[in-house]
């Protein structure tokens, strides 16, 4: 699970760049503001990186994905690339756990069938 969630979270990262080049060319917005939230969301998509697999690490995935689709009040394209990335979140889980318990049973099976050396 970890490597799929990680690999979105990358992903995230770089999509999260790519929309605040996009952002500061809104005359609203300043750009120490655009950075500051773009460079603080970039470093949480990183750090979450090793904390999947601690608790609570799934559900603050989960909160970056919703900040995804709400940042796209401010970059509409967000509003699609948000959608996509919390599917890609969702697979990553929901099958990234599925690896891991078949693992788990390939690795018991692995144990079984080994001869007990005395």
Known sequence: ????????????????????????KDPGLSMATVWAVCGTTMVLSVLLCGMITRPGGIQLGWALQAALIASGFVVPVMFILGIVFAGLWWCSVHFGRKIDEAKARFARMSEEAAPETA
Do not use: D, K, Q
């Not at 699970?1 to 500061?24: D, K, N, P």
């Open 1 to 24: 699970m970890r490597t799929l969630c990680a690999s979105t979270l990358i992903g995230e990262f770089f999509v999260i760049g790519f929309a605040g080049l996009v952002a500061m």
